[in-house]
């Protein structure tokens, strides 16, 4: 089955500075990588997410990329804000209908 | 964007008893949800996966006898724990997709803490 890896587990920046959080996937057949945000005591939110058939996807400060032939894509955050700390995941599927597997997250930390 | 609701946010209950959690989709119909269960500090375990109308489809380990799960609309699944034990305290996050027809997105609830004394 599909086997996520994410790294690092935690990371600590100054706000304004960039946070990059990579991920591994294992299962070629995997089409969908989304990102969830959770914060404490709630539930994930997704904030950006990319198909297999794109590179890369920007939003506003965040921006994830994708490469198939290597299977990793990652998530960029430009000009950190206190108020992105918090735990992210990645995430992959097969595609709609289908269960996400997820990595272990990513604890950041942005400091002012 | 999309609305996921649960309730209850959290519950405790005695060890023995049995709770019901309910999933629904506010504003969409969603012909599969999930349940996910996360302990602190650890990432979301796929418990099982349930489309409406027909019977869950559990994850290896996850037992179908403890953990009911029933998808009778397509905005409402339940999860219920069945004879809980403090073991079975974590927090469980349900999501709901469109599915095929609407995109591979997944939103999630809110979560509910359960804590079993």
């Known amino acids: 089955g599909e086997n996520v890896e994410q790294h690092p587990s935690t990371l600590s920046v100054q706000e304004g500075d960039s946070a990059v959080i990579k991920c591994t996937y294992s299962d070629s057949a995997s089409n969908y990588f989304p990102w969830y945000k959770q914060e404490l005591g709630k539930g994930p939110q997704l904030i950006i997410d990319?198909?297999?058939?794109?590179g890369e996807k920007k939003d506003q400060r965040i921006a994830v990329t994708l490469n198939k032939t290597a299977k990793h894509f990652s998530l960029h955050i430009t000009e950190t804000q206190p108020e992105d700390s918090a735990v992210y995941f990645c995430?992959?599927?097969?595609?709609?209908?289908?269960?996400?597997?997820f990595g272990k997250g990513t604890t950041l930390s942005v400091s002012s | 964007g999309a609305v996921v609701s649960q309730h209850p946010s959290r519950v405790i209950c005695k060890s023995g008893t049995s709770v019901k959690i309910e999933c629904r989709s506010l504003?969409?119909?969603?012909?599969?949800m999930f349940w996910y269960r996360q302990f602190p500090k650890q990432s979301l375990m796929l418990m099982a996966t349930s489309n409406e109308g027909s019977k869950a489809t559990y994850e290896q380990g996850v037992e179908k006898d403890k953990f009911l799960i029933n998808h009778a609309s397509l905005t409402l699944s339940t999860l219920t724990v069945t004879s809980a034990h403090p073991e079975d305290s974590s927090f469980y996050i349900c999501s709901a997709t469109p599915g095929t027809s609407g995109g591979n997105e997944q939103f999630f609830g809110p979560g509910t803490r359960l804590t079993v004394l």
């Open positions: 995430a992959a599927s097969r595609g709609a209908g289908t269960a996400l597997i």
């Open positions: 504003d969409f119909q969603a012909t599969t």
């Open positions: 990319i198909r297999s058939n794109v």
